[in-house]
């Protein structure tokens, strides 16, 4: 059974930083997309960025420049490192995993099979 699981959050001041991680297990095709996403209160849930099996890398404007996605060499482990942090990035951030034949990666929350619980930031100013 596919499971991920995140870890990391928690609450920063203003221009702090954070490092999430997103621990998967079962099993993964070799061509699967993972990314995070995040959710505040009362907003939809939005892509940050994204990663492919070659690490190619995807960026909302919002964080790019300040947001590093990365994966360990075994793709067991997804990271975030979140620099410069804004209030404005205080969300739920979950990680999530896109299993698709062309192994592409998208911004659409829809295209995404398998999500972890989330893990909270908080942000003060």
């Known amino acids: 059974q596919v499971q991920l699981v995140e870890s990391g959050g928690g609450s920063v001041q203003a221009g702090g930083s954070l490092r999430l991680s997103c621990a998967r297990s079962?099993?993964?095709?070799?061509?699967?997309?993972m990314g995070w996403f995040r959710q505040a209160p009362g907003k939809e849930r939005e892509f940050v960025p994204t990663?492919?099996?070659?690490?190619?890398?995807w960026y909302a404007d919002s964080v790019k420049g300040r947001f590093t996605i990365s994966q360990d060499n075994a793709k067991i482990t997804l990271y975030l490192q979140m620099n410069s942090l804004k209030p404005e990035d205080a969300a739920m951030y979950s990680c999530?995993?896109?299993?698709?034949?062309?192994?592409?990666?998208?911004?659409?929350?829809?295209?995404?099979?398998?999500w972890g619980q989330g893990t909270q930031v908080t942000v003060s100013s």
């Open positions: 079962g099993y993964f095709y070799s061509r699967t997309c």
């Open positions: 990663i492919d099996s070659r690490r190619n890398t």
């Open positions: 999530a995993a896109r299993v698709s034949p062309d192994g592409l990666c998208s911004t659409n929350v829809a295209a995404y099979t398998y």
